[in-house]
Protein backbone atom coordinates (compact mmCIF):
# COMPACT_ATOMS: atom_id res chain seq x y z
CA UNK A 1 0.00 0.00 0.00
CA UNK A 2 1.54 3.03 -0.96
CA UNK A 3 1.30 5.94 1.92
CA UNK A 4 -1.12 8.28 0.05
CA UNK A 5 -3.37 4.80 -0.11
CA UNK A 6 -3.45 5.08 4.37
CA UNK A 7 -6.65 5.47 5.19
CA UNK A 8 -6.38 5.34 8.96
CA UNK A 9 -4.04 5.48 11.92
CA UNK A 10 -3.58 2.05 11.95
CA UNK A 11 -2.96 1.64 7.66
CA UNK A 12 0.41 3.77 8.84
CA UNK A 13 1.25 1.34 11.93
CA UNK A 14 0.96 -1.29 9.06
CA UNK A 15 3.14 0.41 6.75
CA UNK A 16 5.65 0.89 9.32
CA UNK A 17 5.53 -2.52 10.54
CA UNK A 18 6.55 -3.32 6.85
CA UNK A 19 9.73 -1.54 6.56
CA UNK A 20 10.85 -1.50 10.07
CA UNK A 21 13.25 -4.45 11.70
CA UNK A 22 10.97 -6.09 14.01
CA UNK A 23 13.54 -5.18 16.89
CA UNK A 24 12.93 -1.52 15.81
CA UNK A 25 8.72 -1.66 15.14
CA UNK A 26 8.81 -3.67 18.56
CA UNK A 27 10.44 -1.04 20.34
CA UNK A 28 8.05 1.73 19.06
CA UNK A 29 4.92 -0.48 19.03
CA UNK A 30 5.14 -1.94 22.73
CA UNK A 31 4.30 -1.43 26.02
CA UNK A 32 5.24 -3.29 29.25
CA UNK A 33 5.14 -6.62 30.62
CA UNK A 34 2.29 -8.02 29.08
CA UNK A 35 1.11 -4.62 27.22
CA UNK A 36 -2.50 -4.27 29.34
CA UNK A 37 -1.62 -0.23 29.56
CA UNK A 38 -1.48 -0.42 25.39
CA UNK A 39 -4.54 -1.81 25.28
CA UNK A 40 -7.00 -0.52 27.84
CA UNK A 41 -5.79 3.14 26.23
CA UNK A 42 -7.19 2.04 23.29
CA UNK A 43 -10.17 0.38 24.98
CA UNK A 44 -10.84 3.09 27.14
CA UNK A 45 -10.89 5.55 23.93
CA UNK A 46 -13.35 2.87 22.54
CA UNK A 47 -15.64 3.22 25.50
CA UNK A 48 -16.26 6.57 24.57
CA UNK A 49 -19.73 7.44 23.10
CA UNK A 50 -20.86 10.49 21.43
CA UNK A 51 -24.24 11.99 21.05
CA UNK A 52 -25.20 14.15 17.88
CA UNK A 53 -26.91 17.26 17.64
CA UNK A 54 -28.57 17.64 14.27
CA UNK A 55 -30.13 20.26 12.01
CA UNK A 56 -26.71 22.80 13.30
CA UNK A 57 -25.16 24.92 10.17
CA UNK A 58 -21.85 22.78 10.09
CA UNK A 59 -20.97 24.39 6.56
CA UNK A 60 -17.80 25.84 8.08
CA UNK A 61 -15.49 24.10 11.20
CA UNK A 62 -12.90 25.40 12.68
CA UNK A 63 -10.23 23.16 14.17
CA UNK A 64 -7.50 25.95 15.85
CA UNK A 65 -6.90 25.95 19.62
CA UNK A 66 -4.97 28.33 21.51
CA UNK A 67 -2.40 27.74 24.40
CA UNK A 68 0.29 29.53 26.05
CA UNK A 69 -0.94 32.55 23.76
CA UNK A 70 0.01 30.47 20.54
CA UNK A 71 -2.92 29.50 17.88
CA UNK A 72 -2.58 26.24 16.02
CA UNK A 73 -4.73 25.20 13.79
CA UNK A 74 -5.45 22.12 14.55
CA UNK A 75 -6.03 20.84 17.98
CA UNK A 76 -3.10 17.95 18.12
CA UNK A 77 0.38 18.08 18.41
CA UNK A 78 3.17 15.72 18.22
CA UNK A 79 4.15 14.16 21.75
CA UNK A 80 7.96 13.56 22.45
CA UNK A 81 9.36 10.21 21.01
CA UNK A 82 13.00 9.71 22.26
CA UNK A 83 15.11 7.97 19.54
CA UNK A 84 12.76 8.35 16.42
CA UNK A 85 15.43 8.17 14.29
CA UNK A 86 15.66 4.43 14.73
CA UNK A 87 12.79 4.47 12.53
CA UNK A 88 14.60 6.69 9.99
CA UNK A 89 16.81 8.82 9.97
CA UNK A 90 16.48 12.82 11.06
CA UNK A 91 13.09 11.28 12.27
CA UNK A 92 12.75 14.21 14.59
CA UNK A 93 13.93 16.35 12.07
CA UNK A 94 11.21 15.24 9.88
CA UNK A 95 8.33 15.38 12.42
CA UNK A 96 9.35 18.84 12.93
CA UNK A 97 9.20 19.87 9.52
CA UNK A 98 6.04 18.28 9.28
CA UNK A 99 4.21 20.22 12.78
CA UNK A 100 5.59 23.64 11.28
CA UNK A 101 3.77 22.90 7.92
CA UNK A 102 0.48 22.14 9.50
CA UNK A 103 1.12 25.02 12.21
CA UNK A 104 0.85 22.10 15.56
CA UNK A 105 3.14 21.37 18.59
CA UNK A 106 5.77 19.44 18.32
CA UNK A 107 7.60 18.37 21.83
CA UNK A 108 11.33 17.30 21.09
CA UNK A 109 12.18 14.16 23.13
CA UNK A 110 14.82 14.62 25.84
CA UNK A 111 16.40 11.17 23.90
CA UNK A 112 16.08 12.77 20.60
CA UNK A 113 19.31 12.05 18.46
CA UNK A 114 19.15 15.91 16.81
CA UNK A 115 20.19 19.02 19.01
CA UNK A 116 17.14 21.13 20.27
CA UNK A 117 18.37 23.98 18.36
CA UNK A 118 18.47 22.09 15.26
CA UNK A 119 14.75 20.97 15.79
CA UNK A 120 14.27 24.76 17.24
CA UNK A 121 15.45 26.06 13.89
CA UNK A 122 13.01 24.12 12.10
CA UNK A 123 10.30 24.79 14.01
CA UNK A 124 10.52 27.65 16.17
CA UNK A 125 7.60 26.83 17.86
CA UNK A 126 8.60 23.79 19.28
CA UNK A 127 8.71 22.46 22.64
CA UNK A 128 11.69 20.73 24.82
CA UNK A 129 10.83 17.92 26.83
CA UNK A 130 13.30 17.48 29.53
CA UNK A 131 14.46 14.16 31.43
CA UNK A 132 15.67 15.46 34.51
CA UNK A 133 19.37 15.05 34.23
CA UNK A 134 20.85 13.62 37.63
CA UNK A 135 23.46 16.69 37.10
CA UNK A 136 22.06 19.65 37.64
CA UNK A 137 24.50 20.92 35.83
CA UNK A 138 23.56 19.44 32.88
CA UNK A 139 19.57 20.56 33.66
CA UNK A 140 21.01 24.21 34.01
CA UNK A 141 22.65 24.28 30.68
CA UNK A 142 20.17 22.30 28.69
CA UNK A 143 17.71 25.15 29.86
CA UNK A 144 19.89 27.80 28.97
CA UNK A 145 20.21 25.96 25.48
CA UNK A 146 16.71 26.28 25.46
CA UNK A 147 16.00 29.77 26.20
CA UNK A 148 18.78 30.95 23.56
CA UNK A 149 16.79 28.44 20.51
CA UNK A 150 13.92 30.28 21.16
CA UNK A 151 12.32 27.92 22.61
CA UNK A 152 8.88 29.08 24.94
CA UNK A 153 7.52 25.65 26.70
CA UNK A 154 9.18 23.15 28.45
CA UNK A 155 7.92 20.06 28.95
CA UNK A 156 9.05 17.79 32.25
CA UNK A 157 8.46 14.39 31.85
CA UNK A 158 7.72 12.99 35.55
CA UNK A 159 6.35 9.56 34.56
CA UNK A 160 9.26 7.26 34.35
CA UNK A 161 10.88 7.01 37.75
CA UNK A 162 12.82 3.91 37.25
CA UNK A 163 12.91 1.55 33.38
CA UNK A 164 10.15 0.01 32.80
CA UNK A 165 9.86 -4.09 32.47
CA UNK A 166 9.52 -3.89 28.73
CA UNK A 167 9.55 -7.62 27.71
CA UNK A 168 9.08 -7.54 24.00
CA UNK A 169 12.60 -5.25 23.74
CA UNK A 170 13.71 -7.76 25.60
CA UNK A 171 12.39 -10.77 23.55
CA UNK A 172 13.43 -9.05 20.59
CA UNK A 173 17.12 -8.03 21.51
CA UNK A 174 16.61 -3.97 22.18
CA UNK A 175 18.10 -3.79 25.28
CA UNK A 176 21.88 -2.43 26.84
CA UNK A 177 24.31 -2.51 25.28
CA UNK A 178 22.78 -2.36 22.04
CA UNK A 179 24.31 -5.46 20.02
CA UNK A 180 23.00 -6.77 16.58
CA UNK A 181 22.80 -10.23 17.09
CA UNK A 182 23.23 -12.81 13.77
CA UNK A 183 19.35 -13.41 14.11
CA UNK A 184 19.01 -9.54 14.17
CA UNK A 185 20.70 -9.45 11.44
CA UNK A 186 19.19 -11.27 9.14
CA UNK A 187 15.92 -10.42 10.04
CA UNK A 188 16.52 -6.94 9.38
CA UNK A 189 18.31 -8.15 5.78
CA UNK A 190 14.48 -8.63 5.15
CA UNK A 191 13.77 -4.88 5.18
CA UNK A 192 17.18 -3.75 2.61
CA UNK A 193 15.27 0.04 2.43
CA UNK A 194 15.91 0.97 6.22
CA UNK A 195 19.43 -1.41 6.13
CA UNK A 196 20.39 1.12 3.45
CA UNK A 197 19.56 4.31 4.91
CA UNK A 198 21.06 3.19 8.11
CA UNK A 199 24.64 2.32 5.63
CA UNK A 200 24.47 5.70 4.09
CA UNK A 201 24.14 7.79 7.28
CA UNK A 202 25.34 5.88 10.04
CA UNK A 203 23.53 4.91 13.16
CA UNK A 204 21.70 7.43 15.23
CA UNK A 205 23.83 9.46 17.83
CA UNK A 206 22.49 11.15 21.00
CA UNK A 207 24.13 14.47 19.37
CA UNK A 208 22.18 16.76 21.83
CA UNK A 209 24.18 15.14 24.95
CA UNK A 210 27.76 15.49 22.90
CA UNK A 211 28.29 18.89 24.90
CA UNK A 212 28.53 17.16 28.57
CA UNK A 213 30.59 14.15 27.21
CA UNK A 214 34.37 14.48 25.95
CA UNK A 215 35.11 14.39 21.92
CA UNK A 216 34.51 11.93 19.15
CA UNK A 217 33.10 9.55 22.03
CA UNK A 218 31.42 6.84 20.18
CA UNK A 219 27.54 6.16 20.27
CA UNK A 220 26.95 3.41 22.57
CA UNK A 221 29.40 5.31 25.17
CA UNK A 222 27.59 8.22 24.66
CA UNK A 223 24.24 6.16 25.33
CA UNK A 224 25.76 4.53 28.87
CA UNK A 225 26.71 7.65 29.61
CA UNK A 226 23.51 9.08 29.64
CA UNK A 227 21.93 6.21 31.22
CA UNK A 228 24.04 7.42 33.89
CA UNK A 229 22.05 10.66 33.85
CA UNK A 230 18.71 9.05 33.19
CA UNK A 231 16.43 8.00 35.23
CA UNK A 232 17.50 10.01 38.07
CA UNK A 233 15.56 10.85 41.30
CA UNK A 234 12.74 13.10 40.81
CA UNK A 235 11.16 14.75 43.78
CA UNK A 236 9.14 18.00 44.00
CA UNK A 237 11.64 19.58 45.44
CA UNK A 238 13.25 18.95 41.91
CA UNK A 239 10.51 20.47 40.12
CA UNK A 240 10.43 23.69 42.51
CA UNK A 241 14.62 24.43 41.35
CA UNK A 242 12.86 23.69 37.74
CA UNK A 243 10.22 26.31 38.69
CA UNK A 244 13.04 28.17 39.74
CA UNK A 245 15.50 28.10 36.44
CA UNK A 246 13.08 28.16 33.75
CA UNK A 247 11.31 31.63 32.99
CA UNK A 248 9.04 30.03 30.18
CA UNK A 249 5.99 27.93 30.78
CA UNK A 250 6.67 24.65 32.25
CA UNK A 251 4.39 21.72 31.71
CA UNK A 252 4.72 18.44 33.43
CA UNK A 253 3.77 15.51 32.11
CA UNK A 254 2.14 12.08 33.24
CA UNK A 255 0.30 13.04 35.89
CA UNK A 256 -2.57 10.97 36.66
CA UNK A 257 -3.32 11.72 40.13
CA UNK A 258 -5.52 14.70 41.07
CA UNK A 259 -3.44 15.54 44.01
CA UNK A 260 -0.17 15.38 42.17
CA UNK A 261 -2.07 18.11 39.40
CA UNK A 262 -3.29 20.18 42.25
CA UNK A 263 0.66 19.80 44.01
CA UNK A 264 2.13 20.87 40.52
CA UNK A 265 -0.05 24.33 40.26
CA UNK A 266 0.96 24.84 43.56
CA UNK A 267 4.57 24.48 42.41
CA UNK A 268 3.89 26.78 39.44
CA UNK A 269 3.25 24.81 36.84
CA UNK A 270 1.45 26.34 33.84
CA UNK A 271 0.39 23.25 32.42
CA UNK A 272 -0.11 18.89 32.89
CA UNK A 273 -0.24 16.29 30.26
CA UNK A 274 -2.39 14.18 32.05
CA UNK A 275 -0.20 10.74 30.30
CA UNK A 276 0.26 7.36 30.98
CA UNK A 277 3.53 7.17 28.55
CA UNK A 278 1.32 5.31 25.86
CA UNK A 279 1.05 2.74 28.22
CA UNK A 280 4.96 2.10 28.19
CA UNK A 281 5.51 2.51 31.79
CA UNK A 282 3.05 0.82 34.58
CA UNK A 283 1.19 -2.16 32.65
CA UNK A 284 -1.48 -1.99 35.94
CA UNK A 285 -1.43 2.36 35.47
CA UNK A 286 -4.85 3.67 35.15
CA UNK A 287 -5.93 5.34 31.83
CA UNK A 288 -5.29 9.09 31.19
CA UNK A 289 -8.83 9.54 29.40
CA UNK A 290 -10.45 7.88 33.05
CA UNK A 291 -8.55 10.36 35.05
CA UNK A 292 -9.10 13.59 32.87
CA UNK A 293 -12.32 14.93 34.64
CA UNK A 294 -11.21 14.17 38.08
CA UNK A 295 -7.54 15.91 37.43
CA UNK A 296 -9.39 19.02 35.40
CA UNK A 297 -11.61 19.30 38.10
CA UNK A 298 -9.05 19.58 40.76
CA UNK A 299 -7.17 21.67 38.69
CA UNK A 300 -9.98 23.75 37.28
CA UNK A 301 -8.64 27.01 35.15
CA UNK A 302 -5.65 27.16 37.19
CA UNK A 303 -3.42 25.62 34.50
CA UNK A 304 -3.17 24.20 31.00
CA UNK A 305 -4.62 20.63 30.91
CA UNK A 306 -3.89 18.32 27.93
CA UNK A 307 -3.54 14.79 26.93
CA UNK A 308 -1.94 12.41 25.39
CA UNK A 309 -2.11 8.11 25.35
CA UNK A 310 -4.06 5.70 23.18
CA UNK A 311 -5.23 8.73 20.86
CA UNK A 312 -5.62 7.41 17.15
CA UNK A 313 -8.84 8.77 15.70
CA UNK A 314 -9.86 12.33 15.14
CA UNK A 315 -13.02 10.87 17.55
CA UNK A 316 -10.44 10.71 20.07
CA UNK A 317 -9.16 13.63 19.79
CA UNK A 318 -13.28 15.20 19.37
CA UNK A 319 -14.01 12.92 22.85
CA UNK A 320 -10.81 14.18 24.70
CA UNK A 321 -11.80 17.82 24.08
CA UNK A 322 -15.43 17.04 25.15
CA UNK A 323 -13.77 15.98 28.30
CA UNK A 324 -12.38 19.55 28.75
CA UNK A 325 -9.06 18.94 27.22
CA UNK A 326 -7.28 21.92 26.62
CA UNK A 327 -5.29 20.71 24.14
CA UNK A 328 -4.18 16.82 22.72
CA UNK A 329 -0.94 14.85 21.59
CA UNK A 330 -0.44 11.92 19.81
CA UNK A 331 3.02 9.52 20.20
CA UNK A 332 2.65 6.50 18.14
CA UNK A 333 0.41 7.75 15.07
CA UNK A 334 3.02 10.05 13.90
CA UNK A 335 5.65 7.88 14.44
CA UNK A 336 4.19 5.43 12.65
CA UNK A 337 3.98 8.43 9.44
CA UNK A 338 7.62 8.68 9.43
CA UNK A 339 8.58 5.06 9.55
CA UNK A 340 6.46 4.59 6.90
CA UNK A 341 7.14 7.54 4.58
CA UNK A 342 9.13 10.04 6.07
CA UNK A 343 7.96 13.43 6.67
CA UNK A 344 5.20 12.72 3.98
CA UNK A 345 3.87 9.99 6.34
CA UNK A 346 3.77 12.14 9.07
CA UNK A 347 2.06 14.61 7.00
CA UNK A 348 -0.35 12.01 6.11
CA UNK A 349 -0.92 11.15 9.61
CA UNK A 350 -1.86 14.69 10.31
CA UNK A 351 -4.02 14.97 7.53
CA UNK A 352 -6.04 11.45 8.79
CA UNK A 353 -6.53 12.66 12.11
CA UNK A 354 -7.49 16.10 10.46
CA UNK A 355 -10.20 14.60 7.92
CA UNK A 356 -11.25 12.44 10.87
CA UNK A 357 -12.02 15.27 13.53
CA UNK A 358 -13.47 17.25 10.69
CA UNK A 359 -15.75 14.39 10.07
CA UNK A 360 -16.84 14.18 13.68
CA UNK A 361 -17.51 17.52 14.25
CA UNK A 362 -19.91 17.20 11.45
CA UNK A 363 -21.46 14.57 12.55
CA UNK A 364 -22.02 15.63 16.25
CA UNK A 365 -23.42 19.02 14.95
CA UNK A 366 -20.33 21.04 16.41
CA UNK A 367 -19.06 23.90 13.93
CA UNK A 368 -15.99 24.70 16.55
CA UNK A 369 -13.73 22.51 18.54
CA UNK A 370 -13.70 25.09 21.24
CA UNK A 371 -16.90 24.75 21.57
CA UNK A 372 -16.79 20.88 22.56
CA UNK A 373 -17.63 20.05 26.33
CA UNK A 374 -19.87 16.91 28.43
CA UNK A 375 -22.87 18.32 26.82
CA UNK A 376 -21.71 15.70 23.15
CA UNK A 377 -20.74 13.07 25.68
CA UNK A 378 -23.13 9.90 26.56
CA UNK A 379 -23.05 9.45 30.24
CA UNK A 380 -25.32 6.89 30.91
CA UNK A 381 -26.37 8.07 34.55
CA UNK A 382 -27.71 11.28 32.75
CA UNK A 383 -30.20 10.32 30.68
CA UNK A 384 -31.65 7.35 33.19
C1 LIG B 1 8.64 5.16 20.62
C2 LIG B 1 8.22 6.06 21.75
C3 LIG B 1 9.18 6.84 22.38
C4 LIG B 1 8.78 7.71 23.40
N1 LIG B 1 9.72 8.52 23.97
C5 LIG B 1 9.32 9.45 24.87
C6 LIG B 1 10.25 10.41 25.36
O1 LIG B 1 11.40 10.44 24.97
N2 LIG B 1 9.79 11.31 26.27
C7 LIG B 1 8.49 11.31 26.72
O2 LIG B 1 8.13 12.17 27.54
N3 LIG B 1 7.60 10.44 26.25
C8 LIG B 1 7.98 9.52 25.33
N4 LIG B 1 7.05 8.66 24.82
C9 LIG B 1 5.65 8.80 25.22
C10 LIG B 1 4.93 9.79 24.30
O3 LIG B 1 5.42 11.09 24.48
C11 LIG B 1 3.42 9.80 24.54
O4 LIG B 1 3.17 10.05 25.91
C12 LIG B 1 2.75 8.51 24.12
O5 LIG B 1 3.35 7.97 22.98
C13 LIG B 1 1.28 8.77 23.85
O6 LIG B 1 0.62 7.60 23.56
P1 LIG B 1 0.29 7.09 22.08
O7 LIG B 1 1.57 6.56 21.52
O8 LIG B 1 -0.72 6.03 22.29
O9 LIG B 1 -0.21 8.28 21.30
C14 LIG B 1 7.42 7.77 23.81
C15 LIG B 1 6.47 6.98 23.16
C16 LIG B 1 6.86 6.14 22.14
C17 LIG B 1 5.80 5.32 21.44
Redesign the pocket.
Known amino acids: MAVEKALSIDDLRKLAKRRLPQVVYD??EGGCEDEHA?RR?REAYDRQILVPRYLVDISQRNQSLSIFGETFSLPFGI??????AMVRPKADLLLAEAAAAANIPF?I????TCTLEDAAKVWPKCWY?L?IPNDLNITTDLLKRCEKAGISTL?V?VD?PIHAKRERNIRSGFVRPYTPTLPIILEGLKHLPWVWDYMRTGMPYQENWLPYVKKDIASRELMAIYATQVPSLQTWQVLETLRKLWPGKLVV??ILHPDDAVQCVNTGADGI?V?N????QLDRGVCPIDMFGPVKRAVGDRATVMI?????RGADVVAALCHGAAFT?????T?YGVAAAGREGVTRAINILQNEIHIATGQIGCPDVRKLGPQYLYRPGDWS
Open positions: FLVNAPTGVAISGSSQYVTVKGISHGGRDSGIQFVGRAI
